[in-house]
């Protein structure tokens, strides 16, 4: 089945150290997108890729870095340079055009302690 | 002003009721408009999708879109406890490539 998969589905980490959240897609998207959901809040876009080798920032790129190699892929680092690290990711992938939805993952739940 | 607003809720319906979402957004050129839904804990998945002005009907949910009002509508009827939810309203915004802005989802209750 085509999907997107997202991993690890809980991550814990100490204040100070780098993490890398898997995004992975195998419906043929050229687009990814990282969100960011905090408790009773909507998404903000964190970064987002149309093409390989190509990404641009989302309107809360800061504290985070993300890469574009392969087509299938899209991980996302969130440095210690985040003062806020802990919420919910989103990964989502859409075919490139403005009537086409996004389809998401099922999400990492990121707590740094 | 947030470029798409929502009333957080939540709101309240009994079962077998129209419940009524509605979401207003700034950028008069938008031209895409998407309602997800989102169990508590999980991501949201696709309801509905509107580009044209009037109504779009997909079972028990109706998609309203008013462009020079700027505002869109999801509207489920017959509603039932397990569309208990909060409903994300996301608009492809003039200018922004394919990334959608949410707004910050209403919370629906329905009742028994």
């Known amino acids: 089945d085509g999907g997107i998969t997202q991993s690890p589905k809980y991550l814990f980490r100490k204040e100070g150290q780098n993490v890398t959240l898997s995004c992975e897609q195998n419906?043929?998207?050229?687009?990814m997108y990282w969100y960011r959901q905090d408790p009773g809040q909507g998404l903000r876009l964190i970064y987002y890729s149309q093409i390989v080798n190509d990404f641009q920032k989302g309107d809360i790129a800061e504290g985070y870095s993300v890469s574009r190699e392969k087509k299938e892929s899209f991980p996302l680092t969130v440095t210690s340079a985040q003062k806020n690290p802990t919420a919910f990711y989103l990964c989502?992938?859409?075919?490139?055009?403005?009537?086409?939805?996004?389809?998401f993952g099922n999400g990492t739940r990121l707590t740094v302690t | 002003q947030k470029e798409v607003e929502q009333n957080s809720g939540p709101l309240s319906v009994p079962e077998g009721a129209i419940a009524s979402l509605n979401c207003t957004y700034s950028d008069r050129g938008s031209q895409s408009f998407f309602w997800y839904r989102q169990y508590s804990g999980k991501s949201p998945e696709l309801i509905m999708f509107?580009?044209?002005?009037g109504d779009k009907e997909d079972g028990r949910f109706t998609a309203q879109l008013n462009k020079a009002s700027q505002y869109v509508s999801l509207l489920i009827r017959d509603s039932q406890p397990s569309d208990s939810a909060t409903y994300l309203c996301a608009v492809r915004l003039t200018g922004g490539g394919n990334k959608l802005t949410f707004g910050t989802g209403t919370q629906l209750k329905v009742e028994l």
């Open positions: 989502a992938s859409s075919i490139p055009g403005g009537n086409s939805p996004l389809h």
């Open positions: 419906l043929n998207h050229d687009a």
């Open positions: 509107i580009y044209s002005n």
